[in-house]
């Protein structure tokens, strides 16, 4: 738990500042940020909701992008979830899996153009945002009742993102938002009324054109981690890391070389990853001791109010 109290300590000293976590694989993401979302918590009195959404997993794909496998849902949306936070700056820690930080990805602005804050009372077009849920992997379907499909019927549209127990409903009143709300897809009652809500993709991209043709110059994970401010970087186990990186980059380019010599191959095949050399060298140099030095400094403390909570 040590790593996660580092990274929550330098959450909690520096607030303007987002903090990538690395661990090497995705096996460690769910234990480690519950574990930094405690700490957090307890460091800040913050509430459970309030550290849920600022504290993140970012999972890797978790398939072999040139075998025509598909990444699971949950998998794409939790990936496009913290890349937008960290790129809105809304994240406080990303925990990343070392795999997690090979691909190419698109640049920031095009994750955040396709995410929008709809509020009670705004003018948002039904139709433009139905688009933009089309552009963010979302799949059209009548009625709503799975992950990932939305509908709208003249000024009603359903969505059921990912991440959310239940589908949500916006009423419009021409261009307005008059309500939103979310409802139990069997009996369509309402479970909760929203003031707000935030349209966030499904995946990354599902676009190739988001991509540069210069693909050197692609973004990376570090890019999303200083869009919007300096960011800091800690490695948890850098051997353990280190040798995931290698184990996913070699299986990975091995795909590609050979799926580059099929007779269909596509016409535009994208290579998998930048240079190895360059993405070792941001997280061999990541910030460790120092903070988790500073963050025994808080441990007495939280370990107090945790215990006043009855934790």
Not at 78 to 102: C, D, F, H, K
Not at 138 to 167: A, K, S, T
Not at 219 to 226: H, I
Request: charged share 25%.
């Amino acid at each position: 738990q040590a790593k996660a109290l580092a990274a929550a300590a330098a959450a909690h000293e520096h607030a303007g500042e987002p903090v990538l976590l690395v661990v090497p694989g995705d096996a460690e993401l769910d234990a480690v940020v519950g574990d930094v979302r405690f700490f957090l918590g307890t460091l800040e009195a913050s509430s459970d909701a309030a550290v849920a959404g600022a504290v993140l997993p970012l999972p890797s794909l978790q398939v072999d992008p040139y075998r025509a496998l598909a990444p699971h849902m949950r998998v794409t949306s939790a990936r496009a979830r913290a890349l937008l936070a960290l790129a809105t700056g809304q994240a406080r820690v990303v925990v990343a899996s070392a795999p997690a930080l090979l691909p190419r990805l698109p640049d920031p602005s095009a994750l955040v153009a396709r995410s929008l804050g709809v509020r009670t009372g705004a003018d948002v077009d039904p139709q433009s945002l139905a688009a933009l849920l089309t552009e963010g992997g979302y799949d059209r379907h009548d009625p709503v009742d799975q992950h990932g499909e939305f509908c709208l019927r003249g000024g009603i549209l359903d969505v059921y993102p990912p991440n959310e127990l239940w589908p949500i409903r916006i009423e419009f009143v021409g261009d307005m938002v008059e309500s939103i709300r979310r409802f139990d897809p069997d009996t369509q009652r309402s479970v909760e009324t929203l003031d707000q809500f935030m349209v966030v993709p499904v995946r990354e991209s599902t676009d190739p054109s988001d991509l540069p043709a210069d693909l050197q110059h692609a973004a990376t994970v570090f890019d999303y981690l200083a869009a919007r401010r300096s960011g800091r970087l800690f490695v948890s186990e850098p051997d353990e890391v280190q040798a995931a990186i290698e184990r996913s980059r070699t299986q990975v380019e091995a795909s590609y070389e050979e799926a580059s010599t099929r007779t269909n191959a596509p016409a535009r095949l994208t290579p998998p990853f930048e240079p190895p050399s360059c993405r070792w060298a941001r997280v061999s140099n990541a910030t460790t001791d120092h903070h988790q030095r500073s963050a025994a400094g808080h441990f007495d403390a939280a370990r107090a109010r945790a215990r006043s909570m009855g934790t």
